[in-house]
Each structure stands twice: as C-alpha cells, then as structure tokens.
C-alpha cells in the first residue's frame, strides 16, 4: 500500500513547531514532532484503526497534543490531507485532495 503525504502537511507541521518551540521551547517542540511520526506509524501500520469523520476521511489524534491528520484510505494506497488543530473548522484542508 502505498502512503502519500500532501505537499502542504509540511507546512502544517512547521507552524505547529513553531507555535511549540514559541511557548514551550526546543523540549516541547520535540515532544510534538515525535507525537507526529508516533501517529503517521500507526497510520501506516492500520490505517483502518481510526475512525470516520465523514465522507470517507478518517481521523488519526494526537494522544498528548489537540491536533489531528485527516486522511482517507483504498486498498491502494493511504493519502494524509491535513494536518489540523482540533479547534479548527470542521472544513478545513478538505479541499486537497
């Protein structure tokens, strides 16, 4: 199965460290970006694992952080969409696609 990470995750995730490396320091900004890859293993481990939010997008959570990925999943392959605060809109980043 192949796993595909859209372009704009990568920006996503920089404003994200940056918002922790701000508030917390190098420490935390670690903490999360581990808590990240934690979370996109278990994606390609299972991605059946993780619940829908609707029209064929699961979402994957961070266990210690309010951020979640957004992805659907085929048999062929499994495409992360975004990377997104819990508090954001329900909408958002489900235009990459």
Known sequence: MRFIVHPRIQRDLRAAL?????????????RFFEE???????????????????????????????????????????RVLVLRHDKRHPDYGLRRR
């Not at 940056?18 to 670690?30: I, T």
């Not at 994606?43 to 979640?68: D, M, T, V």
């Open 36 to 78: 990240a890859e934690a979370v996109v293993e278990g994606l390609k481990r299972n991605p059946r694992g993780f619940h829908f939010i609707g029209e064929g997008l699961r979402r994957a959570s961070f266990q210690s952080f309010p951020y979640h990925f957004v992805f659907e999943e085929d048999p062929l392959r499994v």
């Open 18 to 30: 940056a918002y922790y490396e701000e508030e917390g320091g190098s420490p935390l900004a670690d």
